[in-house]
T-cell receptor
């Protein structure tokens, strides 16, 4: 079993829809949770960062962490074609190494 | 802006060749990383370095070595390339361990094909 599980998709939704992306994990020591966005033929870039449990909102993006269920989510409101990308969850227990999910390929259709 | 530059975007090599992938960062970051990215497998850590001349194995170091002679430069070496090393290679740097979030700054990737 992988430490971090993420549905690779692909996921295709119409413009304006609410998108929900999720990851589950098995290591209870994880306390730093991140979402990276990767456009085609580019390197990933940090989108959201959350420490421990709770919610964090940044514009149209909301990150949620439920440590009791070992489950994290990224919500995208009013999705735009420019949000089309691969989204990778990543997490760490505080050491230098991040563990990444497989990535979910998302397409927003105009 | 932090910039991580990977010298080669696309490479085609033959089985058995020695391959060098170069990465340079311009933000004085202590930590540098090499990942490979494959469909369905996500990013897997090959090696990382937290200081000059220091290196640590990641999850999949077999068949690879690294060199960090200067703080800004981290090289990945495939001593004898094999077809199963065909992949996208991503270099990253970070300030993890200094009260920072540990955000990784990635280069644009080097797509290696081994024939």
């Amino acid at each position: 079993q992988k430490e971090v599980e993420q549905d690779p998709g692909p996921l295709s939704v119409p413009e304006g829809a609410i998108v929900s992306l999720n990851c589950t994990y098995s290591n209870s020591a994880f306390q730093y949770f991140m979402w990276y966005r990767q456009y085609s033929r580019k390197g990933p870039e940090l989108l959201m960062y959350t420490y421990s449990s709770g919610n964090k909102e940044d514009g149209r993006f909301t990150a949620q962490v439920d440590k009791s269920s070992k489950y994290i989510s990224l919500f995208i409101r009013d999705s735009q074609p420019s949000d089309s990308a691969t989204y990778l969850c990543a997490m760490s227990g505080g050491a230098q190494k991040l563990v990444f999910g497989q990535g979910t390929r998302l397409t927003i259709n105009p | 802006d932090v910039k991580v530059t990977q010298s080669s975007r696309y490479l085609v090599k033959r089985t058995g060749e020695k391959v060098f992938l170069e990465c340079v960062q311009d933000m004085d970051h202590e930590n540098m990383f090499w990942y490979r990215q494959d469909p369905g497998l996500g990013l897997r850590l090959i090696y990382f370095s937290y200081d000059v001349k220091m290196k640590e194995k990641g999850d999949i170091p077999e068949g690879y070595s690294v060199s960090r002679e200067k703080k800004e430069r981290f090289s990945l070496i495939l001593e004898s390339a094999s077809t199963n090393q065909t992949s996208m290679y991503l270099c990253a740097s970070s300030l993890w361990g200094q009260g920072k979030t540990g955000e990784l700054f990635f280069g644009e990737g080097s797509r290696l094909t081994v024939l």
